[in-house]
């Protein structure tokens, strides 16, 4: 069975810093992983995704991710964070049957101070 | 285009009441997803669909059932209602599975109270 372990529940960091978010998955076989973010009141969003080829994978809002085999990581960073990017960010891999069925980590909440 | 639609936005049941939750997708999407979100445990898959007339038990899912008469129709439905229960629901759907795979269109959620 995979699971999905996200290492901090809360981050907070100032405008303009780097942010690196942490998610470490567990799976004996080939996997596919996900950053989602959610913002207040909303559902969520697809941030990044990693299917296959390039291990560094970007995505929108200056985020990017990279997958990290050997250490079964596929951590989240933006190099200068803005207010805008407050959000709880969740981390995803899938399960490899035929069901495409997600399974999400806690949830890290990034809190970006003025 | 809607995307995924759920319906009620909000609501707050008794303990015992029934309840059916709506999600609905314009989008031709073959596979569809019941998930609980709670505080700290991420989200919690409870019923899933790989097709119409088909479903599927997820992680957590006593005290729920679903059906899927039409490709872009799943009901979630509780039958009595209980404080546990409280939790914001959110439908999920995807064109395809892996390999080919895009990841989920999320609805923007359905915020359920049980008193």
């Known amino acids: 069975a995979q699971s999905v372990t996200q290492l901090d529940s809360q981050v907070p960091v100032f405008e303009e810093a780097p942010v690196e978010l942490r998610c470490n998955y567990s799976s004996s076989v080939s996997v596919y992983l996900f950053w989602y973010v959610q913002y207040p009141n909303q559902g969520l969003q697809l941030l990044l995704k990693y299917l296959s080829g390039s291990t560094l994978v970007k995505g929108i809002n200056g985020f990017e991710a990279e997958f990290n085999k050997s250490q079964t990581s596929f951590h989240l960073r933006k190099p200068s964070v803005h207010i805008s990017d407050t959000a709880e960010y969740f981390c995803a891999v899938s399960d490899t049957s035929n069901t495409g069925k997600l399974i999400f980590g806690q949830g890290t909440t990034l809190q970006v101070k003025p | 285009n809607a995307g995924v639609t759920q319906t009620p936005k909000f609501r707050v049941l008794k303990t015992g009441q029934s309840m059916t939750l709506l999600c609905a997708q314009d989008?031709?999407?073959?596979?569809m997803y019941w998930y609980r979100q709670d505080p700290g445990m991420g989200l919690r898959l409870i019923h899933y669909s790989v097709g119409e007339g088909t479903t599927a038990k997820g992680e957590v899912p006593d005290g729920y059932n679903v059906s899927r008469l039409k490709k872009q129709n799943f009901l979630l439905g509780l039958e009595s209602a209980a404080p546990s229960q409280t939790s914001v629901y959110f439908c999920?759907?995807?064109?395809?599975?892996?390999?080919?795979?895009?990841?989920?269109?999320f609805g923007s959620g359905t915020r359920l109270t049980v008193v």
């Open positions: 989008m031709n999407h073959e596979y």
């Open positions: 999920a759907s995807s064109y395809s599975r892996p390999p080919r795979f895009y990841g989920y269109t």
